[in-house]
């Protein structure tokens, strides 16, 4: 144990004395940059976090789970249960819509439209889609299909999956191209067709990578506001049908609670904006102990 520890003092003594100085001071200047990037990004974040859990941590009860909406917003009691489970049926039905699309839709502009025209239009149009903001995305699917079809959850879904689109089928491409091309050459010289080698080499290789996008594309669907006031309605009571009859989310029940003057309403929000959080953050660990699990099959 000594001897390791001479040693490693020994190299530390050769690496400091063998660097020049400036470059010594320009690693610790880079170091502290660093750090302090990563406080001035952590600190926001853990302020908002504690302070949505400070504030709405006193709602969640076990009627705040089950119980319909109230029928006054500015008297206390009621729960959340419909907007919950609107959430999660909303969120969950987009998310079905969008992944294997954007997924298909990422292995397309990589593995075979490489650099053609169909190729470029498809990664320019993806990045417009991008930018687009969310209430243009809400207007869009309710001219489409919510005049035509009436208020419904398939039709927060449409609009949620559209702009979660985008955003798989970029991170999904940059995934892709982090596979070595040493992995499918190697699958190919085994005799392997094109396709087993992209679903036994190159999705499980990029697999970490592409639930990281499909999570972030998850978590800003769940929080978006906008294109639901204009698809699924508003709704008291727990409404499972997806295409007959409005429902409800946490995100719209954020805003119409947080803008009233009541301070029962005001609770609800803080307690909904909460719920929505430790929902997001749930589905995120589950992705990542999916995705632990997949890498370390594959490794083996």
Same mark, same amino acid.
Request: aromatic share 6%.
């Given at each position: 144990?000594?001897?390791?520890?001479?040693?490693?003092?020994?190299?530390?003594?050769?690496?400091?004395?063998?660097?020049?100085?400036?470059?010594?001071?320009?690693?610790?200047?880079?170091?502290?940059?660093?750090?302090?990037?990563?406080?001035?990004?952590?600190?926001?974040?853990?302020?908002?976090?504690?302070?949505?859990?400070?504030?709405?941590?006193?709602?969640?009860?076990?009627?705040?789970?089950?119980?319909?909406?109230?029928?006054?917003?500015?008297?206390?009691?009621?729960?959340?249960?419909?907007?919950?489970?609107?959430?999660?049926?909303?969120?969950?039905?987009?998310?079905?819509?969008?992944?294997?699309?954007?997924?298909?839709?990422?292995?397309?502009?990589?593995?075979?439209?490489?650099?053609?025209?169909?190729?470029?239009?498809?990664?320019?149009?993806?990045?417009?889609?991008?930018?687009?903001?969310?209430?243009?995305?809400?207007?869009?699917?309710?001219?489409?299909?919510?005049?035509?079809?009436?208020?419904?959850?398939?039709?927060?879904?449409?609009?949620?999956?559209?702009?979660?689109?985008?955003?798989?089928?970029? $991170?999904?491409?940059?995934?892709?191209?982090?596979?070595?091309?040493?992995?499918?050459?190697?699958?190919?010289?085994?005799?392997?067709?094109?396709?087993?080698?992209?679903?036994?080499?190159?999705?499980?290789?990029?697999?970490?990578?592409? $639930?990281?996008?499909?999570?972030?594309?998850?978590?800003?669907?769940?929080?978006?506001?906008?294109?639901?006031?204009?698809?699924?309605?508003?709704?008291?009571?727990?409404?499972?049908?997806?295409?007959?009859?409005? $429902?409800?989310?946490?995100?719209?029940?954020?805003?119409?609670?947080?803008?009233?003057?009541?301070?029962?309403?005001?609770?609800?929000?803080?307690?909904?904006?909460?719920?929505?959080?430790?929902?997001?953050?749930?589905?995120?660990?589950?992705?990542?102990?999916?995705?632990?699990?997949?890498?370390?099959?594959?490794?083996?």
């Amino acid at each position: 144990m000594n001897d390791l520890i001479e040693r490693t003092d020994t190299g530390e003594l050769l690496l400091r004395d063998t660097t020049r100085r400036s470059r010594r001071v320009r690693n610790r200047l880079a170091s502290i940059w660093m750090t302090g990037s990563l406080i001035v990004a952590v600190v926001p974040l853990a302020l908002v976090i504690g302070y949505v859990l400070v504030k709405g941590i006193g709602q969640l009860t076990p009627d705040w789970f089950t119980k319909d909406l109230p029928a006054v917003t500015r008297k206390a009691g009621g729960g959340m249960g419909p907007a919950i489970v609107g959430t999660l049926l909303i969120t969950l039905t987009a998310a079905v819509m969008a992944v294997p699309l954007g997924i298909l839709g990422a292995i397309y502009l990589h593995e075979y439209g490489g650099r053609g025209r169909v190729a470029r239009l498809i990664r320019f149009m993806a990045d417009v889609m991008t930018g687009v903001p969310s209430i243009v995305m809400g207007l869009f699917v309710y001219t489409v299909w919510t005049i035509a079809h009436g208020l419904s959850a398939f039709g927060g879904a449409l609009a949620l999956a559209c702009l979660m689109l985008p955003i798989i089928i970029r $991170t999904t491409e940059e995934m892709l191209k982090l596979v070595p091309d040493e992995l499918r050459l190697a699958s190919y010289a085994l005799g392997n067709r094109k396709w087993r080698t992209i679903v036994t080499v190159v999705l499980p290789a990029s697999f970490g990578g592409i $639930t990281s996008g499909v999570m972030l594309a998850i978590a800003r669907a769940a929080g978006e506001t906008a294109p639901l006031v204009f698809t699924i309605g508003a709704a008291r009571k727990l409404n499972l049908s997806i295409f007959d009859g409005p $429902t409800t989310s946490l995100s719209v029940q954020i805003f119409g609670n947080a803008q009233t003057p009541f301070e029962a309403a005001q609770a609800r929000a803080w307690g909904a904006a909460l719920t929505l959080v430790a929902i997001v953050f749930i589905l995120t660990i589950l992705a990542r102990v999916v995705s632990a699990a997949v890498a370390r099959r594959h490794n083996a």
